[in-house]
């Protein structure tokens, strides 16, 4: 599979395109605007020019067009010089040409209709078949046409006037030049300027992906490096789940370990079973049924997810009510009155296995030992999530038996089995507290304080 581009290759390769349309939208905006710019430029002079020859323009008594020696534009009278004139006399079938057109075929407007100006862009006819150097001669051009007055006569003039289009091409491509060296100069700075911006930017990430790397050596434990706001939110979840799952595992580890030397006892005392066979199958009941309780209440404990950071809301109260129904099937016998309080609306974080094996046990040891009423209250206050279970049953002589830690299960209070050690371990996960008071109801109270993840 193909490797795909870094981030900063993707802005980079971004910016240079996103650049490279801009300048070139730019550069042929400007150009243009130039070209338009010094093209008005040249047919003005061009207009300026035919304004002297009808300055200059006479009609003697016979309608015979009459020109001075002499121009107030000195280009017309050098041979060759660039700007060409001609004034075309209809009625007389008469031209008058400037002394710049000597040797010259220049293609002047000769016909056209009165009161009106013409500009353009020509090319000269070939002077002979052949030709390409003549017939690939472009020029300017200008004329106006007027009717001319004289001895209450209207005479039809045609003024004239070409320019060699090479120095304004030559102009233009002067300006190109300058204009796309600077852009591109310019281009090449933002581009490199963007590049260090870029690499100033996501320096941060390249800092968190060293810090990673560093953690699985084992050279650190979390992400511990000062990151902008766009990036603090995930190092402290990752740095949650890292710690998340350290827990897990310790908690796996402390399972085993526990399994391990809680079976010990009671392979011993089957081991020991042996030389008395009259007392084997009792004995052989009595361990297994206590290595049964072992294997699950370590299990539990393993099983158990603790804070889950990134598990979804659960709602709380359907699994109260299906733990409630479950309860009053077991303890139909009882007949006992379930009061439960906890809104539609609450949920909390939390893994549904988790929930239901804490409000399971909590409501199970409740109902096993209330007389005929069990209370369950779920809240939030702030960031913490509280459970509160009661009973008025005869409560428990020593909470600290049931709740204190690595307590072996042959030591713990009678009748309660593992489920509150069992809750206490997945209250610990949960980074909570437990705590057993006497209720109001005069049994047991049961009180859970969970944070959030």
């Not at 996501?202 to 790397?213: D, N, V």
């Not at 908690?251 to 392979?267: E, G, I």
């Not at 199970?364 to 960031?383: E, H, P």
């Amino acid at each position: 599979m193909k490797t795909p581009l870094s981030i900063r290759a993707r802005l980079i390769w971004g910016a240079f395109g996103v650049l490279l349309v801009f300048l070139a939208a730019a550069g042929w905006a400007v150009q243009q605007a130039y070209v338009d710019g010094v093209r008005a430029q040249r047919f003005a002079r061009l207009q300026t020019t035919i304004y002297l020859l009808m300055a200059g323009a006479e009609l003697n008594a016979q309608g015979a067009l009459v020109m001075p020696a002499t121009l107030a534009e000195p280009r017309l009278s050098l041979p060759a010089s660039g700007l060409y004139a001609n004034i075309a006399n209809l009625d007389k079938n008469e031209e008058w040409q400037s002394v710049s057109t000597l040797g010259l075929n220049p293609p002047f407007q000769r016909r056209q209709a009165p009161g009106q100006w013409y500009f353009a862009t020509v090319i000269a006819p070939p002077a002979q078949p052949g030709d390409t150097a003549q017939s690939a001669r472009a020029y300017l051009a200008a004329s106006y046409a007027v009717k001319w007055s004289v001895n209450d006569r209207a005479a039809p003039l045609v003024f004239s006037v070409l320019e060699d289009k090479a120095a304004f091409d030559q102009e233009l491509q002067a300006f190109a030049r300058t204009l796309w060296s600077w852009l591109g100069g310019a281009g090449l700075l933002l581009l490199l300027t963007q590049s260090l911006l870029l690499r100033w930017g996501l320096a941060p990430l390249g800092r968190m992906a060293r810090e990673i790397r560093h953690i699985e050596k084992g050279e650190q434990a979390r992400v511990e490096g000062n990151y902008p706001v766009e990036l603090a939110g995930l190092t402290h979840n990752l740095n949650g789940l890292m710690e998340q799952e350290r827990a897990r595992q310790t908690r796996y580890k402390d399972a085993l370990d526990d399994l391990a030397h809680s079976l010990k006892t009671p392979l011993a005392a089957l081991r020991a079973s042996l030389d008395t066979p009259g007392e084997l199958p009792g004995m052989v009941a009595q361990q297994v049924a206590r290595m049964d309780d072992i294997v699950v209440h370590q299990l539990g404990r393993a099983g158990a997810s603790g804070a889950a950071r990134f598990a979804p809301h659960l709602a709380l109260a359907p699994i109260l009510s299906r733990i409630r129904d479950t309860l009053a099937k077991v303890y139909v016998d009882k007949n006992l009155v379930f009061a439960l309080d906890c809104p539609p609306a609450l949920t909390w974080r939390m893994d549904q296995g988790d929930a239901f094996e804490m409000l399971g046990n909590v409501l199970d040891n409740a109902a096993k030992w209330a007389q005929k009423q069990v209370s369950a209250r779920i809240w939030v206050d702030g960031k913490l999530l509280h459970i509160r279970v009661c009973d008025d049953g005869p409560g428990l002589a020593d909470p600290q038996a049931v709740l204190g830690r690595r307590v072996r299960l042959d030591e713990r209070v009678p009748g309660h089995g593992i489920g509150l050690a069992v809750v206490r371990d997945l209250v610990a996960s949960h980074q909570g507290e437990l705590t057993v008071t006497k209720s109001g109801l005069g049994g047991a109270q049961i009180d859970i304080s969970l944070h959030a993840a």
